[in-house]
T-cell receptor
């Protein structure tokens, strides 16, 4: 079992829809979670990170963590065609060395259709 | 543009060969990370250097090696290449050693390696 599982999609939605992207994880040592967005032929870029359970909002994006069920979500409100990309979730733990490296999901491909 | 540069953009080579990928971090960043991305494995962390020293190691094969130079640029050397090494190789940089989870990694545009 991979430490971070993510449905690869593809997910296709109409413009303006609310998008829900999800990941599950198995490592209880994870202390923080990140969502990265990757456009085609580009490197990933950080969207949001969360440290604890609960919600974190940034504009149209909301990241949610439920540590009890080991479930993390990214919600996109009023989705735009420019949101079409692959979304990667990652989990990590504080500390030094190898204990701290990020573990990544495979990514979910999202297409927002005008 | 993240400020991280990688060369070359594309590389096509044959099995058994050796290649070197180069990365220049953002100005002021001391950490460099190398990742391999393939369709079936996703983004796999290979290795991290901080200010010239190896800081963390991931799923890096013995045929692969990396170093970070005094000017902070980094090189990833891949030798005895196999078909399965074909992938996107990303370099990322961050300001600190990355012991805090909020130390953002900024990714370069990647090098696409094709092994024939």
């Amino acid at each position: 079992q991979k430490e971070v599982e993510q449905d690869p999609g593809p997910l296709s939605v109409p413009e303006g829809a609310i998008v829900s992207l999800n990941c599950t994880y198995s490592n209880s040592a994870f202390q923080y979670f990140m969502w990265y967005r990757q456009y085609s032929r580009k490197g990933p870029e950080l969207l949001m990170y969360t440290y604890s359970s609960g919600n974190k909002e940034d504009g149209r994006f909301t990241a949610q963590v439920d540590k009890s069920s080991k479930y993390i979500s990214l919600f996109i409100r009023d989705s735009q065609p420019s949101d079409s990309a692959t979304y990667l979730c990652a989990g990590g733990a504080n500390g030094a060395g190898n204990n701290r490296k990020l573990i990544w999901g495979l990514g979910t491909s999202l297409a927002v259709n005008p | 543009d993240s400020g991280v540069t990688q060369t070359p953009k594309h590389l096509i080579t044959a099995t058994g060969q050796r290649v070197t990928l180069r990365c220049s971090p953002r100005s002021g960043d001391l950490s460099v990370y190398w990742y391999q991305q393939s369709l079936d494995q996703g983004l796999q962390f290979l290795i991290q250097y901080y200010n010239g020293e190896e800081r963390a190691k991931g799923n890096i094969l013995e045929r692969f090696s990396a170093q970070q130079f005094p000017d902070l640029h980094s090189e990833l050397n891949l030798s005895s290449l196999e078909l399965g090494d074909s992938a996107l190789y990303f370099c990322a940089s961050s300001t600190t050693a990355g012991t805090s989870g909020t130390d953002t990694q900024y990714f370069g545009p990647g090098t696409r390696l094709t092994v024939l």
